[in-house]
C-alpha cells in the first residue's frame, strides 16, 4: 500500500557548493521513495539521501518548503496524489 514518503539531500562540498533536494510523495515502499528522487535529482544526490515515511519537518524542507505548502501537504495528505519537490543550489566558488 502507498504512503507518503520524504526523501531529502543535503549535500556540501568545497567548491561545489551546497545543494538542498526533497520530494514529498506518494510511493509503495523506501525503494520507490528513493527511485523517485533519484528520476528527479539523479544518481549522484541519491547517494546520500534519506528517505521517511510521512511529511517530515527538517531543515532541507522548511528550507525548501514554505510552512503554508507543509501545512496544505498536511490538510490533504488523505486526500488524492501529492508530488512535491524543490532543489537549491549555492556556490559561492
Known amino acids: 500500500m502507498s504512503a507518503i514518503w520524504t526523501v531529502t539531500s543535503d549535500y556540501f562540498a568545497t567548491g561545489e557548493g551546497i545543494t538542498y533536494s526533497a520530494i514529498?510523495?506518494?510511493?509503495?515502499?523506501?525503494?520507490?521513495?528513493?527511485?523517485?528522487?533519484?528520476?528527479?535529482f539523479g544518481e549522484y544526490f541519491a547517494i546520500g539521501c534519506k528517505a521517511s515515511v510521512g511529511i517530515v519537518r527538517n531543515h532541507v524542507t522548511e528550507f525548501l518548503f514554505s510552512p503554508a505548502l507543509l501545512n496544505n501537504?498536511?490538510?490533504?495528505?488523505?486526500?488524492?496524489?501529492?508530488?512535491?519537490?524543490g532543489e537549491y543550489h549555492l556556490n559561492l566558488s
Not at 27 to 35: S, T, V
Open 24 to 40: 514529498i510523495s506518494y510511493a509503495e515502499n523506501e525503494a520507490d521513495a528513493i527511485r523517485l528522487f533519484t528520476e528527479k
Open 73 to 85: 501537504l498536511d490538510k490533504h495528505k488523505a486526500d488524492g496524489m501529492i508530488n512535491v519537490y
